[in-house]
């Protein structure tokens, strides 16, 4: 599977983007998909996830009520809404696919549940 991020730029705080991930090699209808963030001098952190099969999506609480993570089977992509948006957010953005999914929410915070990564988008918020 690779995987492509895109949709990053600068915005002004309070302002919206949307980031894809569009990918190609295999259907990700069976997979567990994430958006995953790393602002300068600090660890990847998780900010989002989604499993389609039953519909299940999962967020960090620093994003919660402020992204939608959502997905278009048949464009084989995924996208991150991001809406009021904070200096905070700046970071690069990078998109992950895992193979197996969980009922479990702390699996879908964990990096090694992804099997593949694609490169980031940056993300800067002025303000």
């Known amino acids: 599977v690779q995987l492509q991020a895109s949709g990053g730029g600068l915005v002004q705080a309070g302002g919206s983007l949307r980031l894809s991930c569009a990918a190609s090699g295999r259907t990700l209808r069976t997979y567990a998909l994430g958006w995953f963030r790393q602002a300068p001098k600090k660890e990847r952190e998780f900010v989002a996830a989604?499993?389609?099969?039953?519909?299940?999506?999962y967020y960090a609480s620093s994003v919660k009520g402020r992204f939608t993570i959502s997905g278009d089977n048949a464009r084989n992509t995924v996208y991150l809404q991001m809406d009021s948006l904070k200096p905070e957010d700046t970071a690069i953005y990078h998109c992950a696919a895992g193979l197996s999914t969980s009922d479990s929410y702390v699996y879908y915070y964990a990096e090694d549940t992804y099997d593949y990564w694609g490169q980031g988008t940056k993300v800067t918020v002025s303000s």
């Open positions: 989604i499993r389609w099969v039953g519909d299940r999506t």
